[in-house]
């Protein structure tokens, strides 16, 4: 069993809509949890981080921790073509720079 | 402000040869993580690096090796290399350890033949 799991895509949502990304972790201990997004030929960046259980939000993009069910989701609201990308899931086990990545979600967003 | 600068961008070896990648830092941070990239695997943790210590390691063969330098730039070596290690090796830089925030550079692309 993978450490970090994502459905791989292609996730098609028209324009304006909402776009939900699920990520599930295997181990308990896991203390952080990121958002990153990477664009085709580039290198990830994070749009989001979570370490207690609830929703947070930045701007359109909400992210949601469940500890006892072990998953991660990310909420991208009014989507924007420019939010077509790829999303990569990130757990952090014991608080060390050393993080275990899903094979990330593919977003399209359609005009 | 600089970010995370990779050498070289591109490089072609063959079965066998050894290779060095270096990594610069953003300014002032002291963390270095070093990722492979590959579209079967993902991204996986290969070590990283703060205050010229190895901190962490993944799950990666002894081929696999790195340092940091006083000035935090990092390089990692990979020796005897194979046809499975071709892939996009990211370096990522932290202001501190435990941060959780990571920035990437834009990676060294290793095509191995």
């Known amino acids: 069993q993978k450490e970090v799991e994502q459905n791989s895509g292609p996730l098609s949502v028209p324009e304006g809509a909402i776009a939900s990304l699920n990520c599930t972790y295997s181990?308990?201990?896991?203390?952080?949890f990121f958002w990153y997004r990477q664009y085709s030929g580039k290198s990830p960046e994070l749009i989001m981080s979570?370490?207690?259980?609830g929703d947070k939000e930045d701007g359109r993009f909400t992210a949601q921790l469940n500890k006892a069910s072990q998953y991660v989701s990310l909420l991208i609201r009014d989507s924007q073509p420019s939010d077509s990308a790829t999303y990569l899931c990130a757990v952090n086990l014991n608080n060390f720079n050393k993080f275990y990545f899903g094979s990330g979600t593919k977003l399209n967003v359609k005009p | 402000k600089a970010g995370v600068t990779q050498t070289p961008r591109y490089l072609i070896k063959t079965r066998g040869q050894q290779v060095t990648l270096s990594c610069s830092p953003i300014s002032g941070h002291r963390s270095v993580s070093w990722y492979q990239q590959t579209p079967g695997q993902g991204l996986q943790f290969l070590f990283e690096?703060?205050?010229?210590?190895?901190?962490n390691k993944g799950n990666f063969p002894g081929r696999f090796s790195g340092r940091q330098f006083s000035n935090s730039r990092s390089e990692m070596n990979v020796s005897t290399l194979e046809l499975g290690d071709s892939a996009l090796y990211l370096c990522?830089?932290?202001?501190?350890?435990?941060?959780?925030?990571?920035?990437f550079g834009e990676g060294s692309r290793l095509t191995v033949l």
């Open positions: 181990d308990r201990g896991s203390q952080s």
């Open positions: 690096y703060f205050s010229e210590t190895q901190r």
């Open positions: 979570i370490y207690s259980n």
């Open positions: 990522a830089s932290s202001p501190l350890p435990n941060t959780g925030e990571l920035f």
